[in-house]
Structure formats: C-alpha cells, structure tokens
C-alpha cells in the first residue's frame, strides 16, 4: 500500500459498531488509532462522512468512510492473508448470516438492556456525554466541563436512548421475552466456545469479531447485562477477552468447508424472530410504510422500520448470488435447506437506494 499511517476510527468507546470496527481491526493486526466523535469535531466528521452515524474511519489515503461490514470487506482486500471472512462458500454464507444477525437484532438486547434499567442508563449516559466533550471514560473531568457533560449525558438519555427502545420494541413491555431469547442465545454460543476457539474453528471471523464488538460496547460494559451474562453464562467473558487480543495469523478455519454441529441450534434461533422480522421489514417497506406490526410468540410487537436492513440484506444476498454452481449448490443443501436463505432471495426493493442525502442508506423518496 502506497500510503502509510493508522487509520483513524472515530466513535464512542460504549458504542455498539465502533467497538466491532475496533475488534475488526484488531482482529487483522491492522494499525489504528481510536479518536473519540466528540462535540467539536462533529460538523468536520459528518460534512466529510456524510452521515451523523458512528463510527467513521479516515483510511490512511485521507479517504473517510463509514458502515462496519463494507469497510471490513475494503480491509479483506488491502490485507490479504490476514482475512476474517472465510473463503469457502458454506462458511462463507453462514458467517454472514451470523453476522448480520449480530449487526441487526442484537441491537435490540443491547438498546433494551442500556436505557430500560435506571442505574445502568444514567451511568453510561455519563459515558457518553464524557467521551462527547471530549475525555476518555475514567479520564479526570474538569470542573468546569461538568456542566457539558451533564447536559450531553441527558440529552442522549432522554432522546437517543428512548427512542431506540421504541423504534425497535426494546421496551420494558417486552423485558420477559428478551431476557430469555439473551439467555438462550448465551447458552448456545457458550456451548460452541466449549468446543472450538471460534464460530468456525481455530480462526477469528468477522462473525466472531461482530460478537466481540457487541459484549465489549455494550454486554460487558453496560453493568446491567454483564450482570445477565456473568450469571448465565460466565465463561463467555474470557472468551470476549480472550477474541478481543486475538490477531489472526496461521490458524484455519474447520477443514471441508464443515460447520460445527452446534451452530445449528445458533441458526435455529436467529430464524425464529430475525428473519421474520427481516421478512416483514421487507413487506412494511415494500408498502411504504415506516412502521409494522409482527407477532413474536404470540404477542403482536410495533415495530420502526430501519431501512438499513434492506442494505445489509442486499450484502448478503450479492454473495450469495457470485457463487460458483457448485458451491451454490453446497450453500443450499446445507444452509438453504433450513430456510436460512430464504429472506435473503427476495428481490431488490425498488424504491432502495444505498446513495442518499441523509447517508444511512435510504428508500428513495
Ligand atoms: N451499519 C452501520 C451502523 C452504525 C450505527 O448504527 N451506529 C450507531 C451507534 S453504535 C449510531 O450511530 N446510532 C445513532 C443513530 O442511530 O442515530 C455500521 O455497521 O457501522
């Protein structure tokens, strides 16, 4: 690479996709620096990114960027030999859909278990707003900046944080049913990390580092859940840490393309609300409508609709789609088989853009 440097993330140490950028580059042994999104460098950061979401990355060509999964595809390219993203088509396919899973409905654990416990959502609403005027999450604040961190801090608290539960039915209404689908989900990957370093053998994948990203922002950081995951699954909290200083290097990942056994309840359970969700996600924008209603076990749930999904569907579904015949073939015995490729056939929205005025990736208005 003709230009040198680290790049530079910019974000938030509690946020969600930030800390999955950072894992992404640790992962790849990539040099970075992490720089705080902070009040002051807000208008440059967004009239250069073209979007108020985090994080954005400055790429050593003074080129700014942003959106976790394409940016993680641009470093499997600069970076060969150092790839997180498995190359054989099953693993392939079954990372990104584990993946996406991560990106898209762990969020609604991570909003629900942030702002729906008082305790918890004043303490990393204090993050926030400290990291925004600038200082580092244990940092000494000066007296004289209270103030501003007080008002960011509320400010995030009584917007952001309420809004993000609604949006994504994260309220305290559904506290029973996502509590158990957590624990569930706990259960499951610990028992695959008792069997294999990583979701697909002795290698960290992009998979492994969307989780990884997940628990050090928000499971195991937030008080609230890190009290959730310690109680039912402790061992998981060796293995954030254990990812988390992990940089690839000769490992492989399971021989033949194979899968673990084990993932399959995972994938058994990423299709009984995900993709539903992703289905009726479809059919509310397909409508036009900015809002839907699903049933989830029974209950009839309100959803916003965020239109990114039908971004990161697309992703997956353009992988899908530059398969050889005989790995499609392999795909759909193994993965397609189960339904798990079905969302992700439907065609195109029409009315989708990626380009947009408001950069997060719009329908076309
Ligand atoms: N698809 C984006 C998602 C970025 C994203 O949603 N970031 C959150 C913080 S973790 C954000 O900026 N939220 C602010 C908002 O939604 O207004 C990625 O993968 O980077």
Redesign the pocket.
Known sequence: MAFRGPFQLFGLER????R??EATFRAMGVDYEFRLKTQARTEWLEARAGT????VVLTPEDWML????PMAFDLERRFPGRNIVPTSPVQRMACLLIEDWV?EWLPRVAVHSRWMYDDNAAAIARSLGTNVAGFWVGEEIPQDKEPEVAFIADFIRNG?GNR?CNGLAATSAEEGPIRAGFDHQLDLLAAIFETQPFLFGDRISLADVALVGAFVSHFLGDPEPRTWVEARQPSLVAWVERAFHTTVGEEDWLPDDALNPLLFPLFDEIAREFHPHLAATYSAMSAGSKRFEMNLDGRDVEFMVVP?REASRQFVRDEFLQLDATSEAKVKEVLGSRGLLDVYQLEPLATFHHQSPAGTRHPVL
């Open positions: 946020s969600f996709f930030t999955k950028m108020h979401l985090i994080p942003w959106d976790s999964t990106d952001f993000a990114y």
